[in-house]
Protein backbone atom coordinates (compact mmCIF):
# COMPACT_ATOMS: atom_id res chain seq x y z
CA UNK A 1 0.00 0.00 0.00
CA UNK A 2 1.16 3.39 -0.81
CA UNK A 3 3.16 2.48 -3.86
CA UNK A 4 1.55 3.04 -7.57
CA UNK A 5 3.20 3.03 -11.31
CA UNK A 6 2.90 5.40 -13.69
CA UNK A 7 4.43 6.19 -17.06
CA UNK A 8 5.84 9.87 -17.80
CA UNK A 9 6.61 9.74 -22.13
CA UNK A 10 8.59 6.29 -22.43
CA UNK A 11 9.43 5.91 -19.18
CA UNK A 12 7.52 4.13 -16.17
CA UNK A 13 7.99 4.79 -12.33
CA UNK A 14 7.23 3.34 -9.16
CA UNK A 15 5.98 6.22 -6.42
CA UNK A 16 6.36 5.82 -3.01
CA UNK A 17 3.74 8.06 -1.55
CA UNK A 18 4.80 8.02 1.92
CA UNK A 19 7.91 9.18 1.02
CA UNK A 20 7.51 11.35 -1.68
CA UNK A 21 10.08 9.58 -3.95
CA UNK A 22 10.06 7.92 -7.12
CA UNK A 23 12.49 5.33 -8.68
CA UNK A 24 12.79 4.19 -12.37
CA UNK A 25 11.61 1.16 -12.99
CA UNK A 26 11.59 0.52 -16.54
CA UNK A 27 10.93 1.98 -19.98
CA UNK A 28 8.60 1.55 -23.12
CA UNK A 29 10.67 1.73 -25.87
CA UNK A 30 13.30 4.79 -25.04
CA UNK A 31 15.32 5.81 -27.61
CA UNK A 32 17.92 8.09 -28.77
CA UNK A 33 18.46 11.15 -26.05
CA UNK A 34 16.67 10.85 -23.39
CA UNK A 35 16.63 13.79 -20.67
CA UNK A 36 15.83 12.17 -17.04
CA UNK A 37 14.06 14.94 -14.49
CA UNK A 38 14.84 15.46 -10.80
CA UNK A 39 10.83 14.77 -10.20
CA UNK A 40 7.61 13.68 -11.72
CA UNK A 41 4.66 14.96 -10.68
CA UNK A 42 1.57 12.76 -10.11
CA UNK A 43 -1.94 13.79 -8.49
CA UNK A 44 -0.37 17.10 -8.20
CA UNK A 45 2.45 15.97 -5.84
CA UNK A 46 5.89 16.27 -6.58
CA UNK A 47 7.92 12.81 -6.06
CA UNK A 48 11.36 13.12 -6.41
CA UNK A 49 13.39 10.87 -8.20
CA UNK A 50 16.15 8.74 -6.84
CA UNK A 51 16.62 5.52 -7.91
CA UNK A 52 16.63 3.96 -11.00
CA UNK A 53 16.09 0.35 -10.59
CA UNK A 54 17.93 -3.26 -11.94
CA UNK A 55 16.76 -3.80 -15.82
CA UNK A 56 14.98 -0.21 -15.93
CA UNK A 57 16.41 -0.15 -19.77
CA UNK A 58 18.13 -2.88 -20.31
CA UNK A 59 18.57 -3.94 -24.41
CA UNK A 60 17.09 0.16 -24.88
CA UNK A 61 18.66 1.64 -27.66
CA UNK A 62 19.11 4.82 -25.80
CA UNK A 63 22.04 7.06 -27.82
CA UNK A 64 22.73 9.27 -24.40
CA UNK A 65 21.26 10.31 -21.00
CA UNK A 66 21.29 13.59 -19.54
CA UNK A 67 20.07 14.69 -16.10
CA UNK A 68 18.19 17.28 -14.69
CA UNK A 69 20.65 19.96 -13.27
CA UNK A 70 19.30 19.58 -9.78
CA UNK A 71 18.46 15.94 -10.44
CA UNK A 72 18.80 13.98 -6.48
CA UNK A 73 19.34 10.44 -8.17
CA UNK A 74 21.49 8.36 -5.44
CA UNK A 75 21.51 4.87 -7.24
CA UNK A 76 21.42 3.16 -10.14
CA UNK A 77 20.85 -0.81 -9.83
CA UNK A 78 22.41 -3.81 -11.31
CA UNK A 79 21.72 -4.31 -14.69
CA UNK A 80 19.87 -1.05 -15.27
CA UNK A 81 21.66 -0.01 -18.73
CA UNK A 82 22.65 -3.85 -19.32
CA UNK A 83 22.90 -4.34 -23.38
CA UNK A 84 22.11 -1.18 -23.98
CA UNK A 85 23.43 1.32 -26.99
CA UNK A 86 24.82 4.45 -24.65
CA UNK A 87 27.58 6.38 -26.37
CA UNK A 88 27.42 9.17 -23.77
CA UNK A 89 26.21 10.04 -20.07
CA UNK A 90 27.25 12.60 -17.48
CA UNK A 91 26.05 11.10 -13.93
CA UNK A 92 24.75 13.84 -11.33
CA UNK A 93 26.18 15.20 -8.23
CA UNK A 94 23.87 13.20 -5.65
CA UNK A 95 24.50 9.58 -7.14
CA UNK A 96 26.48 7.24 -4.55
CA UNK A 97 25.89 3.75 -6.02
CA UNK A 98 26.49 2.23 -9.10
CA UNK A 99 24.87 -1.20 -8.79
CA UNK A 100 27.04 -4.50 -10.39
CA UNK A 101 27.18 -4.71 -14.09
CA UNK A 102 25.02 -1.46 -14.26
CA UNK A 103 25.97 -0.76 -17.40
CA UNK A 104 27.51 -4.38 -18.93
Do not use: M
Not at 27 to 36: E, K, Q
Not at 38 to 49: L, M, P, R, T, V
Amino acid sequence: KGRYTNRVKSIVYLIDINENISSIVGNNDADGDIIIPSSIIWDSKEYKIINILGDAFKQSYIKSIQFSPDSELQIIKEHAFDSSFIENIKFPPHLTKIGCYAFY
